[in-house]
């Protein structure tokens, strides 16, 4: 039983290029969501997948942000044209259903946009 | 919309107990946590609370929890340097069916030998 497992842990890249943010979920967790963590901030919610459906997305910070899941499994995030104020650490975290009161957490990838 | 307050900052000496404080809005949360973050680690989750309760203790951890307040609070009993990190308050997003977190600032609890 692995926990969630995120990839690249680091990224660097340089303004304006886009960038791929992969999340393995634990085995046959349905809900998954993505949080952004700024620095010496608390953690934002992104978006939130049911299967591979994703009821909200309210908290993507505007259309250069996408997400999908696929086999209800790993899901990928996507920054295009990337800005400085994406700086973050991004954090996925899986639990069995919407329900359910845990949520469990990878260890996050910290993006840095040059 | 919703939102968590924390204190940014609190030191103690070891040995001492730790009582970080926590306000939120959202009085149809289900349930509210406490997470903790080491430096350079992911989110542990440390304890969590039914709303319908006011207290839950689990060894040196005690959450108190005032609805009427809308006020949480995580008292850490002897205190360890181990604990230094920084605390999560979060409360489950009771306005929707997803399961989704609002959390706080964080509040980094410094432990001095």
């Known amino acids: 039983g692995a926990g969630v497992s995120q990839s690249p842990s680091n990224k660097v890249t340089e303004k304006g290029k886009d960038v791929e943010l992969r999340c393995d979920p634990i085995?046959?967790?349905?809900?998954l969501y993505w949080y952004r963590q700024r620095l010496g901030q608390g953690l934002e919610f992104l978006i939130y997948f049911q299967g591979n459906s994703a009821p909200d997305k309210s908290g993507l910070p505007s259309d250069r942000f996408s997400a999908e899941r696929t086999g209800e499994s790993v899901s990928t995030l996507t920054i295009q044209r990337t800005q400085q104020e994406d700086s973050a650490v991004y954090l996925c975290?899986?639990?069995?259903?919407?329900?359910?009161?845990?949520?469990?957490f990878g260890p996050g990838t910290r993006l840095t946009v040059t | 919309g919703e939102d968590v307050e924390q204190s940014l900052f609190l030191s103690v000496r070891e040995g001492d107990s730790s009582v970080i404080n926590c306000t939120y809005t959202?009085?149809?949360?289900?349930?509210l946590y406490w997470y903790k973050q080491e430096p350079g680690a992911g989110l542990q989750l440390l304890t969590y609370?039914?709303?319908?309760?006011d207290m839950k203790q689990d060894q040196r951890l005690t959450v108190l929890l005032n609805k009427k307040d809308k006020h949480l609070s995580l008292r850490i009993a002897d205190t360890q340097t181990g604990d230094s990190a920084i605390y999560f308050c979060?409360?489950?997003?009771?306005?929707?069916?997803?399961?989704?977190?609002?959390f706080g600032q964080g509040t980094t609890l410094q432990v001095k030998p």
């Open positions: 979060a409360e489950s997003d009771g306005s929707s069916n997803t399961g989704k977190l609002i």
């Open positions: 609370i039914f709303s319908n309760m």
């Open positions: 975290a899986s639990t069995e259903g919407p329900n359910s009161y845990e949520q469990y």
């Open positions: 085995s046959g967790h349905t809900a």
């Open positions: 959202d009085s149809s949360s289900t349930y």
